[in-house]
């Protein structure tokens, strides 16, 4: 894929369910950028900006491509700045893992259509209105991440041969639909709050039509074959406490190495924000998770303290 020539170094400030404000330290800083051509389904294409983070050191490093999730509103989407916060980029850069995040089309700068809209909408009684088609969402999404690793193969700094997934709420979603792909390179995934026919204020722990969702993760069940973790909060409003337990149930029957793990509940009810908000819930889960895929995966988890969101040690 084609980059087009524009460079970003510097650090952005935006806010939104899917991107992150910059806070007063600078976890940004160093953060680079350029856009791509993503070839879409209609036949048409468009261009989509994908941010890096390095950790120090020459490389190649390992990578990690990183997907966000989806803001409720069009506004929200259009200001997506950032498709990942500061706890995570902290958590893969000190472990030696370079981290990239496609904005995908139909967000922020990215811009374009939005390819991602289910087509439902929730009543005042919280009732889903509409059929949404989880499939094709989904597999528009995971070619903004298919285009991305191809991208990575042309850059000197990325082991594009030892690639993780990773991805929040639709961008969890996404995330496993590109690993049911099996692209070159890819080693495992990661999967936070993923879903998608969630509204936490209509509908809050009631998703929209989740059995079928459940036969979408079935099929991509049935086609993967490498490790994955599923991790979710036992408090996510937008899913609940059941739904993910089916959702993954669903998945490995199609026998894959996967395991699922519910976080005890984020404070402040955020349980959907587990991936950026909790880092002490998930981190050594994650780690742990590493650690099975061998080398340099192992090698990237020497104990080391848990990140608060101040970005020190957490007691």
Not at 253 to 278: E, Y
């Amino acid at each position: 894929m084609r980059a087009a020539g524009w460079l970003l170094t510097i650090a952005l400030a935006g806010a939104s369910t899917g991107a992150h404000a910059a806070p007063s330290a600078a976890w940004n800083a160093g953060m680079q950028g350029t856009r791509i051509t993503v070839d879409e389904a209609p036949g048409d294409a468009a261009t989509m900006v994908v941010q890096w983070f390095l950790p120090p050191g020459p490389g190649p490093f390992p990578v990690v491509v990183f997907s966000h999730g989806r803001d409720p509103s069009a506004g929200g989407r259009a200001n997506v700045r950032f498709g990942i916060g500061r706890a995570q980029v902290q958590f893969w850069r000190a472990r030696g893992v370079a981290v990239v995040v496609p904005v995908r089309p139909g967000y922020g700068a990215s811009g374009g259509a939005d390819r991602e809209e289910l087509g439902i909408r929730f009543d005042d009684f919280g009732r889903c209105i509409g059929r949404p088609d989880f499939a094709r969402v989904a597999d528009a999404s995971a070619r903004a991440i298919e285009t991305t690793l191809a991208w990575l193969r042309t850059q000197p700094w990325a082991d594009a041969d030892d690639v993780l997934l990773a991805g929040q709420s639709a961008g969890g979603l996404a995330t496993v639909a590109a690993a049911a792909h099996a692209p070159p390179g890819v080693v495992g995934f990661v999967n936070f709050a993923g879903g998608a026919g969630g509204n936490d204020q209509r509908a809050p722990g009631a998703p929209c039509e989740r059995d079928w969702l459940a036969d979408v993760y079935a099929g991509y069940g049935r086609t993967t074959s490498v490790p994955g973790l599923w991790l979710y909060a036992v408090n996510d409003r937008f899913w609940g406490a059941d739904a993910p337990r089916d959702w993954h149930a669903a998945f490995a029957r199609g026998g894959s190495p996967t395991r699922f793990v519910q976080a005890p509940a984020v404070p402040g009810g955020a349980g959907h924000s587990l991936a950026s908000r909790a880092p002490s819930l998930w981190a050594p889960t994650v780690d742990e998770f590493l650690a099975g895929l061998g080398p340099p995966w192992n090698a990237a988890t020497a104990p080391r303290p848990v990140l608060r969101l101040d970005g020190g040690a957490a007691p």
